[in-house]
């Protein structure tokens, strides 16, 4: 595969996460439920911070997706990780964003209407636990950390690995301030779901 074809197999396999990963979800939601599932902040807070964070990674991958398909050359400039220039580490990466789309589009299915952008304080949704959920508490957080990890090993270079270390803090902390809140909403069965259910895998 050449420089040029990667890109564009690159750009075509991330155009085809988004969709699956926000938008097919948010349209499947807005016709079971009648409701936007996007409730991000822009408060002055810890959520609003991350938010506003992830957000900003967002803008970046994008960036860095379209940049190196408009300009090949442009992983010259980038800093190579030269210890993961080496096929087979390309080759898991390949395969690492294959199952983070399936692990995505399974996990948003099994979450039915209860799959929001952020924390919801405006509306109950049901406590998802069975299918992917069973084995993690937070299966689309976890595909996404795949996805950026992937991409690391696909294209190693300071950038990628700037994009997955950051996009990893930024999980951690979301995934932490939306259990507060599953907590405070479910009670018990949340407590008793984080007994015998891991925050990853």
Request: glycine share 6%; with cysteine.
């Amino acid at each position: 595969m050449t420089l040029m074809s990667e890109s564009v197999m690159l750009a075509l396999v991330f155009v085809m996460y988004f969709a699956v990963a926000f938008v097919w979800p948010t349209v499947r939601v807005w016709r079971l439920s009648n409701l936007n599932p996007y409730v991000l902040p822009s408060s002055d807070d810890v959520y609003g911070f991350v938010t506003s964070a992830m957000r900003a990674l967002m803008i970046c991958l994008f960036a860095y997706i379209v940049g190196q398909l408009i300009w090949p050359n442009i992983e010259q400039g980038m800093g190579a990780l030269l210890w993961l220039l080496h096929t087979p580490v390309k080759i898991a990466g390949w395969f690492g964003l294959s199952i983070a789309i399936l692990w995505t589009v399974i996990a948003q299915a099994q979450m039915g209407r209860s799959w929001r952008i952020g924390i919801d304080t405006n509306h109950t949704t049901a406590l998802v636990t069975s299918g992917l959920f069973g084995w993690s508490r937070n299966p689309i957080f976890l595909a996404m950390r795949v996805c950026l990890l992937s991409l690391v090993l696909i294209r190693p270079n300071a950038v990628t690995l700037a994009l997955w270390l950051v996009g990893d803090v930024i999980m951690q902390v979301q995934v932490r301030l939306e259990e507060a809140f599953l907590q405070e909403q479910h009670g018990e069965s949340y407590r008793a779901y984080s007994g015998r259910t891991r925050r990853w895998i």
